[in-house]
């Protein structure tokens, strides 16, 4: 069993930065991909980033691409996520997810363990 906790959401000023982070407990990540999906009121969850643990392979959602940036320590088995020049569009829960396979997909169910998400409330 994997434990994630998300945490470091807040509240920030449109065109500011926010980290947040996704602390994994219960096994080593190794051969895990970890991904962070986001969902706003009224709205599907959506994939905003991936991340291999393994070789640190990034994907990007085409509209976080240039703005966001995934990282991990495998030291800490922490998964980040640095988000700048937010809009008050990036409003939203963001979770921390981690699959099994070891391979980064842009779908929610390929992913089996998830945290309970963090607050990120962007004002304009």
């Known amino acids: 069993q994997v434990q994630l906790v998300e945490s470091g959401g807040g509240l920030v000023q449109a065109g500011g930065s926010l980290r947040v982070s996704c602390a994994a407990s219960g096994r080593t990540l190794l051969n895990h991909a970890m991904g962070w999906f986001r969902q706003a009121p009224g709205k599907e969850r959506e994939f905003v980033a991936g991340?291999?643990?393994?070789?640190?392979?990034?994907t990007y959602a085409d509209s976080m691409k240039g703005r966001f940036t995934i990282s991990r320590d495998t030291s800490k088995n922490t998964v980040y996520l640095q988000m700048n020049s937010l809009e008050p569009e990036d409003t939203a829960v963001y979770y921390c997810a981690a699959s099994t396979t070891g391979w980064v997909s842009r779908t929610q169910a390929r992913y089996e363990y998830w945290g309970q998400g963090t607050q990120v409330t962007v004002s304009s």
């Open positions: 991340i291999s643990w393994n070789i640190g392979m990034t």
